[in-house]
């Protein structure tokens, strides 16, 4: 009498996903990030949401010179087989340091900020406002700033004090457009995002 005996496979969804995202061609125009157990494709922004994120390049190359950090944007930022891509972010001159091991992007642990222009739509809001905010609190970014022009005419919230295990940043500064929000630690301390990079309050 024979006993057969079923194998048993087990899958790591992560590292399954992790290849996938690793091996994907994506088209010209969208990016793929890897958030919560599913890769998120979007599309690059419009021309709104380009020009304010260029403001916000140029403004901060400005702030940061001489510092030894500077703003980079459109990069893989990975943390764990998690990857993010924000509109902006800051990292220090030297990279090498902080370069993931496969040289796919840099890691979250040497980022020092990021930021994020919400584009229209229930979904854009969404990933910016809930996934990233998770994501990057838990990679332990020190300061998320979001710059959105759908809330109440426009508004910049700047997230400090990420809480890892919580997910979750411990602090929220909501600075309406037309006035300037201010980040408050780390190498962009005293940096503002007022209406020369937003633009007044709309509509």
Known sequence: ?????????????????????????????????????????SPTGGT??????????????????????GPANDGNVIHGLKVAIPDVFVVPDDVDGIEHPEGLGVLASGVALVVETVSPGSESRRRDLVLKHRAYATAGIPVYVIIDDYDDGGAVTVLTGPEPERGAYA?????????????????????????????????
Not at 8 to 33: C, S
Not at 58 to 69: E, K, M, P, Q
Not at 180 to 201: C, L, N, Y
């Open 1 to 41: 009498m024979f006993a057969l005996v079923a194998e048993e496979t087990v899958v790591d969804l992560d590292q399954a996903l992790w290849q996938v995202w690793k091996a994907m061609e994506v088209p010209e125009g969208f990016r793929a990030e890897l958030i919560e157990g599913a890769i998120e494709m």
């Open 171 to 203: 602090r929220s500064e909501r600075t309406p457009y037309g006035e300037d929000a201010v980040i408050p630690e780390g190498p962009a301390k005293g940096f503002a995002i007022g209406p020369g990079i937003t633009g007044e309050r709309r509509g």
């Open 48 to 69: 709104r949401h380009f020009s304010v994120n260029r403001r916000v390049l140029r403004a901060l190359h400005d702030h940061l010179r001489g510092s030894g950090w």
